[in-house]
């Protein structure tokens, strides 16, 4: 595996390009995440994704294409509210979920009858689209991670996950590097493909809230019901650290920091706001606002992650409406909080 550090070299992304086409995988950035990419036509090359990352083969990857590119080739019809929110919003952080054309394998939808398509507005993910099959591919790509990680927001976190295939010399044949990914969570998924029964359905908040597509679209998309299409960033456990999360109430902070040091624990913390009379044994202090909390979230988990703690406790964030995408990746995190939070206190 070789790591691109200059990546504005033609050269290179080229090469990149012709891996992609020789069904080889290429780690690379977009504005929200790293993705681990590969030919989204050939099924080996997504198996290859599927192995590398340790994901059920029956959970779906979302197919990435230039700006130029001709979405029809990929699904079945392209609604009118798809059309809208395409032209406000890619590229960028968006991934629609649309009925599949019937000559896409299976592989890309977990056998759903479904795709998942976006176009990235990251430089380095646009031109890496541009170069491959002359703009005319679709590039298969989860987040960069082992599945339920945490998703990589730098081509370093890219390498930390897959250390073991780097050393068997594995089938990532480049990781591409971008700098750190400008969003830090994970594109907003929109499902449009059941319109007619349902509405635009939100099956993933993120950077691109639910008032931004509800003023495009004239409605609030929907939760997602029951039926709605399956996505492993929608599982209960996921977007975790090896060490236990936990939410605390600000005005409990205090309080838990007192009783769980009394306890002997290791604490590693996360907050927004200060909090001069806590000490920890490690402390990442993020944003206050939605989109610069987003930006540093994973990168803080990762380092708190580090710190061999026995618990990172996060101070739980603000409810209202703009925190939804990061709020949403906190509760995956912590998702058994409580009782881990009730055994560290028997302990
Ligand atoms: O920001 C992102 O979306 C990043 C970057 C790399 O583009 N990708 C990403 O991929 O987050 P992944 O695989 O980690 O999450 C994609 C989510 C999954 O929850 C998957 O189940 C869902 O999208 N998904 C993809 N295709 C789908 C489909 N046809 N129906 C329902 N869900 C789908
Ligand atoms: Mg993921």
């Known amino acids: 595996m ?61 197919v990435h294409v230039a700006p130029e590119a001709d979405i029809r080739y990929w699904v079945k019809e392209i609604p009118a509210e798809a059309e809208k929110l395409i032209a406000a919003f890619w590229p960028g952080p968006l991934t629609f979920i649309l009925k599949r054309a019937d000559h896409i394998p299976d592989a890309v939808s977990g056998g759903q009858d479904t795709v998942g398509i976006r176009c990235p507005s990251h430089p380095v993910a646009m031109a890496l689209l541009r170069a491959f099959k002359d703009g005319k591919g679709g590039v298969a790509a989860p987040s ?15 390498i930390e996950e897959f250390e073991q295939e780097v050393q068997a010399g594995g089938p990532i044949a480049y990781v591409l590097d971008g700098g750190q990914s400008e969003v830090g969570i994970e594109s907003t998924i929109l499902d449009l493909s059941r319109l007619a029964t349902h509405g635009p359905v939100l099956l993933r908040p993120g950077h691109i809230t639910a008032d ?13 019901d029951a039926a709605a299409p399956r996505a492993s960033g929608t599982l209960d456990a996921h977007y975790a650290p090896h060490t236990p999360v936990v939410q605390v109430a600000a005005n409990e902070l205090d309080d838990v920091v007192q009783q769980l040091q009394a306890k ?39 380092e708190l992650d580090h710190a061999d ?15 939804q995408g990061v709020n949403d990746r906190l509760r995956r995190a912590a998702f058994d909080s409580q009782d881990v939070l009730r055994q560290l206190l028997a302990s």
């Open 212 to 224: 931004q597509l509800a003023s495009v679209l004239g409605v609030v998309p929907a939760s997602p």
């Open 2 to 62: 070789s790591v691109v550090a200059s990546v504005n070299e033609a050269a290179q992304i080229s090469a990149a390009a012709q891996a992609l086409a020789e069904g080889k995988l290429v780690a690379f950035p977009t504005e929200t995440v790293y993705g681990l990419g590969a030919d989204a036509e050939n099924p080996e090359a997504v198996a290859r994704i599927y192995a590398a990352k340790g994901r059920p083969s029956n959970h779906p990857v979302i």
């Open 264 to 302: 002997g624990q290791r604490l590693a913390l996360m907050s927004y706001q200060a909090h001069p009379a806590i000490h920890t044994d490690a402390w990442r202090h993020l944003p206050a606002d939605p989109a610069g909390y987003a930006h540093d979230l994973y990168a803080g988990l990762r």
């Open 144 to 158: 960069a991670n082992k599945f339920g990680h945490v998703s990589p927001t730098m081509a370093a976190h890219v």
């Open 309 to 323: 703690a026995d618990v990172i406790l996060v101070e739980a964030l603000p409810q209202e409406k703009n925190w």
